[in-house]
């Protein structure tokens, strides 16, 4: 059978592989995903908008210079509007029309493009160029219907045209790989842009405009911003690793040196390779379908390790570059249903399922045995995108449950009054008081189409092409030709194929025939065979389950025979040893001496001097981490403040840091509940003059001027039954600095039997913001937020022997890499704050000591940061992808 007949058959299987979910079940979900959709988005139109983003625990709007600086979380926002116009297309798809035509006025009339701004090249791409064109989609397929948007001119193209024009000159490099920042009133070079002097770029970043460019090319026939996209597409395409025909994560825009050579499908690269097979499923250039195929090929021999997806170097592919993976390559799944690669389509998604339903949320980053590594979770929506293209080529009705348990989820951890929160710690539940326009421009997107039926939807979807963003672009665009030729292509060995032809499904199968089988390898077998019972997904899943549910760290393998044990071990170890460093240079350890006099590992494999070096390396950082965790015992994970009175009930989650004293609240299972007290005098530092009032409350009072214990000890003293200590730092947030622990003053603490939490200034507000709007305030303080309707179950044993597991998945380099660092502190007249770091002492009677250089000292401080994995959370976030 052709490979054509197998990729036609692949959207019309219909199989039973669990009860059916009935109609109006379905139906009530559905109605559930638009429900949910008007709580966020009033919230936006009625406490944001104008502004770019919804502050949702805040109330309010996020406006630009206005707020403390998120670093480069916030190129995204440039005062047009943001949320607004990446929703325009969604507000159609959910059946409101009349607010979609109010809110295209309200565009028109408020929004403006030449701001003195500078912003992301590729966010504002895919976000507001690719909302306006999505709008612009809409309007015009209203309008054809005649009863809808009658009065609309194209406004939105004009505007998206302006908008292009103002990006374009990011593009004027000599490489073709545009800038990553642009100022929209004044361009790239100059003083007044404050930008241009940057070097380096994500591969997505530039590789993630061709949709976009070439709609606005075609819708406007103007073939310059096409031509540019390609051009860059191009560039890339030259520099990939021809060895393993892989990209790594950051580029030199004008060298096109690679800067950082890892390559996986996640933050960083990942919607490269979904455009490029977009693109020929919108534009109908075979060559765009020829290059993700060899790229894809790549991606199955070296990073696929179903259902793992592990990053490595492009140079040395048979090395794993990390030992986690991100949140961002849930998307894959997806893109794999538009191949046709089904089933291991279906082994990631399911590790990622029970990733989710371990946590409740994918976090930013897990590990390979799919433990926390960063626990945040911005409300992404590539998992809900791979559910329903799963679902879609399926219609394994297994999809519709995984889709019901993203909205329970939704609904229980991150509703709040105002709007939906990002999480901050998926593990206590705790709240970021951001909710990125994504959410509304994609994740109620794909949950609505999960589940609606065809008479749902006021258009076909086959029509269109999603982009990364889900804006919607029709695929009629493909008739529309370009009328001049792109910059000629010296970057690829693939003969140009620029034939456009009049279907899509027509060019896809017509395209398979002309290519050679080897390029689907790895797509589906016939459906009918892939799926000759409805026992065959289920086969796939349940070995996964186990995995997920059971994992522990597992052993490393046995070097390879004859070169006997490992040259160093972590116990072994010396830093003012010559032989040591040696030994760590050989095997790609790096060692750092840090200003504060920590010394920071970090691995690099590709430097090892040879492939046996590196293995030996990554067990020794295994090995370290471990010995690490031993010496950390005194470290303690995060707690929460959870507000649960009225109107909050509970959904306002902060995260809190612990004290080394008082109550463990790890050790109660309901937490302490009660109203809050401010108390007299605020610093805690003297007996209350409130005490009256403080009595049976939870007391709120001021950092500085004494010792935490002392402030313990005199809220305990009036008869509190909890404190929470609030940073008078002002801008100070957990978002941006580390974990804070609350260390004793030198002498016993044992008389100090309540608990006391530390709050930063930006929680810390929200809390005292709450106590002013509304005179009585309850909350909760506890391990992790509390009931939303979870019931809460103990874990299995995780190194419980799993004889079901994979042999597959017990990858080699388990190691988990924590990038969080902790401040011990313990506060001294003056509002000192002379954090000691991990040089804390191992107990809280011992109080604030020098360090005495011993062993276990020297490897906790070893073991303080590591600076590789905190450097690629610093690009994953300036991705933003």
Not at 221 to 238: K, S
Not at 239 to 260: A, D, Y
Not at 574 to 580: C, K, R, V
């Amino acid at each position: 059978m052709s490979p054509a007949f197998i990729l036609l058959l692949l959207l019309d299987i219909t199989v039973r592989l669990s009860h059916a979910m009935n109609r109006e079940e379905k139906h009530r979900l559905r109605n559930q995903v638009v429900e949910m959709f008007n709580h966020a988005y009033q919230n936006y139109m009625d406490h944001a908008y104008p502004a770019d983003e919804l502050m949702p625990l805040t109330c309010r709007g996020r406006v630009r210079g206005l707020e403390p600086s998120r670093g480069d979380v916030d190129d995204a926002l440039g005062k047009f509007s943001l949320t607004l116009i990446d929703t325009l297309d969604t507000l159609v798809l959910l059946n409101k029309t009349e607010e979609f035509e109010e809110a295209v006025r309200r565009v028109l009339k408020d929004v403006r493009l030449d701001n003195d701004v500078v912003v992301s090249v590729f966010e504002t791409n895919i976000r507001v160029l690719g909302g306006l064109l999505g709008g612009h989609s809409m309007a015009v397929m209203l309008k054809g219907g005649g009863q809808h948007m009658l009065w609309y001119e194209d406004e939105l193209l004009h505007m998206a045209r302006d908008l292009g024009l103002r990006l374009l000159p990011a593009f004027n490099t000599s490489s073709g790989l545009p800038y990553p920042r642009i100022n929209l009133r004044h361009g790239v070079v100059g003083p007044e842009t404050r930008t241009g002097t940057e070097t380096d770029t994500c591969t997505a970043c530039a590789g993630t405009i061709i949709l976009e460019f070439a709609a606005l090319s075609r819708f406007t026939g103007d073939p310059v911003f096409e031509a540019h996209a390609r051009r860059a597409l191009d560039f890339l395409w030259e520099k990939r690793q021809r060895n393993s025909n892989l990209v790594g994560t950051t580029i030199n825009i004008h060298s096109g040196e690679w800067v950082r050579r890892d390559s996986g499908v996640g933050a960083g690269i990942d919607s490269y390779y979904e455009y490029l097979l977009k693109a020929y499923v919108l534009l109908g250039d075979d060559q765009f379908l020829q290059r993700f195929n060899i790229h894809y090929a790549s991606i199955m021999k070296y990073i696929s390790q179903p259902p793992l997806l592990l990053d490595v170097h492009i140079h040395k592919p048979r090395l794993p570059a990390r030992t986690w993976m991100d949140s961002l390559l849930a998307f894959f799944p997806g893109l794999q249903v538009l191949k046709g690669d089904i089933r291991p389509a279906i082994e990631t998604h399911e590790m990622l399922y029970q990733v989710t339903r371990k946590h409740n949320f994918l976090p930013e980053a897990f590990t390979t045995d799919f433990q926390v590594h960063w626990a945040q979770h911005p409300l992404r929506p590539e998992f809900a995108e791979s559910t329903y293209f799963l679902y879609k080529a399926t219609r394994d009705p297994y999809y519709l449950d995984v889709g019901r348990t993203v909205l329970e989820n939704l609904n229980r951890f991150a509703r709040v009054p105002c709007g939906f929160a990002a999480m901050k710690d998926v593990r206590t539940g705790s709240h970021e008081d951001r909710m990125d326009s994504f959410f509304l421009a994609e994740m109620f997107k794909y949950l609505f189409l999960l589940f609606a039926e065809d008479e749902d939807l006021p258009f076909d979807v086959e029509d269109y092409v999603f982009t990364t963003e889900a804006h919607l672009l029709p695929l009629s665009l493909s008739t529309a030709l370009r009328s001049s030729s792109p910059p000629a292509d010296n970057s690829t060995d693939l003969p140009p194929n620029n034939t456009v032809l009049p279907a899509t499904s027509q060019r896809l199968f017509a395209a398979a025939d002309e290519l050679d089988d080897a390029n689907f390898e790895w797509t589906c077998p016939n459906t009918r065979l892939l799926f000759p019972d409805p026992a065959y997904p289920r086969s796939l899943r349940e070995p996964i389950r186990s995995a997920v549910d059971k994992s522990c760290p597992r052993p490393a393998p046995p070097r390879e025979a004859g070169l006997g044990r490992a040259p160093l071990r972590a116990q072994d170890f010396m830093a003012n040893s010559p032989e040591h460093l040696e030994l760590l240079r050989r095997m790609g350890v790096s060692l750092i001496h840090l200003k504060d006099g920590r010394v920071q590992l970090v691995q690099h494999a590709s430097q090892a001097v040879s492939a046996v070096a590196a293995e030996d390396g990554m067990r020794f950082m295994q090995e370290m981490m471990e010995l690490s965790s031993q010496q950390q015992k005194e470290q303690l994970p995060p707690r929460a403040v959870q507000i649960i009175s009225h109107p909050f009930l509970g959904r306002v989650v902060l995260t809190a840091g612990p004290a080394q004293f008082g109550m463990d609240l790890s050790k109660s299972s309901l937490g302490v509940r009660g109203f809050v007290a401010v108390v007299e005098p605020y610093s805690g530092c003297s007996e209350l003059t409130n005490a009256e009032f403080v009595a049976g409350r939870i007391a709120l009072l001021q950092r500085g001027q004494c010792m935490f214990a002392e402030k313990a000890r005199h809220i305990q003293k009036a008869g509190a039954i909890g404190g929470i200590v609030i940073d008078d730092n002002e801008g100070s947030s957990s978002d941006t600095a580390p974990l804070f622990q609350m260390a004793g003053d030198g002498r016993s603490t044992d008389d100090v039997t309540l608990p006391l939490l530390f709050l930063f200034h930006k929680e810390g507000s929200i809390l005292l913001q709450a106590l002013k709007e509304h005179r009585e305030v309850e909350v909760l303080l506890s391990e992790k937020a509390r009931d939303r309707g979870v019931d809460e179950t103990e874990e299995e044993d995780c190194c419980a022997e799993d004889h079901s597991t994979p042999a597959h998945l017990a990858t080699p380099d388990q190691s988990q890499f924590t990038t969080q660092e902790q401040e011990f502190a313990g506060e001294e007249p003056g509002r000192s704050e002379a954090g000691l770091s991990n040089d804390t002492p191992s107990s809280a009677e011992e109080g604030p000591v020098e360090d005495d250089s011993s062993k276990s000292q020297s490897v906790d401080s070893l073991m303080a940061d590591w600076q590789e994995d905190l450097e690629a959370f610093k690009q994953m976030e300036k991705d933003e992808l």
